[in-house]
T-cell receptor, first 111, second 116 residues
């Protein structure tokens, strides 16, 4: 079945760039998402990319998609302490009803 | 736009009692709502999917009679945890998908349930 994998933890210094990686198995994935979850809160959609795109940039966020390797990454430029959270990678295919989530990467930003 | 609310945000109940959690889409009509459960430091586990006016579709391993889901209108879905036990303590998150407005799911803030 479909699977989404992420590293569980990332620590960076304030001002540095963060890169969170994700791999997925479903070759028919059409939509790939990045969600942010702050402590005790629900998930906030940060950005998403369609499978026919290689890159998407939105202010400090850059999403890169390597469809051949089924690899998705989220780069956060000039990481701030407020970026500390759990980041979930997720995928869904066109005919799929469910969104499949990774386990989440906990980003810790040191001041 | 596309705000999803949950009520209550946290609840403590005694073992054996039932608890109802509400999920509302505030500024849009949600044809499909999802209920997730999240254990500490873990990902979201999809419990069930509900479409307005029809019975919910439960994921394998989720007890229908224990987790009652009602999607009575396009803006409201409820999850009732019946005869709650301490092992039901968890963070419950609902999500709504907007038909015709793209492919995103919008999430509620979650409800923390503690069963004593």
């Amino acid at each position: 079945g479909e699977d989404v994998e992420q590293s569980l933890f990332l620590s960076v210094r304030e001002g540095d760039s963060s890169v969170i990686n994700c791999t997925y198995t479903d070759s028919s994935s059409t939509y790939l998402y990045w969600y942010k979850q702050e402590p005790g809160a629900g998930l906030q959609l940060l950005t998403y990319i369609f499978s026919n795109m290689d890159m998407k940039q939105d202010q400090r966020l850059t999403v890169l998609l390597n469809k051949k390797d089924k690899h998705l990454s989220l780069r956060i430029a000039d990481t701030q302490t407020g970026d500390s959270a759990i980041y979930f990678c997720a995928e869904r295919n066109t005919g799929g009803f469910k969104t499949i989530f990774g386990a989440g990467t906990r980003l810790f930003v040191k001041a | 736009g596309a705000v999803v609310s949950q009520h209550p945000s946290w609840v403590i109940c005694k073992s054996g009692t039932s608890v109802k959690i509400e999920c509302r889409s505030l500024d849009f009509q949600a044809t499909t709502m999802f209920w997730y459960r999240q254990f500490p430091k873990q990902s979201l586990m999809l419990m069930a999917t509900s479409n307005e006016g029809s019975k919910a579709t439960y994921e394998q391993g989720v007890e229908k009679d224990k987790f009652l889901i009602n999607h009575a209108s396009l803006t409201l879905s409820t999850l009732t945890v019946t005869s709650a036990h301490p092992e039901d303590s968890s963070f419950y998150i609902c999500s709504a998908r907007v038909q015709g407005l793209g492919y995103e799911q919008y999430f509620g803030p979650g409800t923390r349930l503690t069963v004593t």
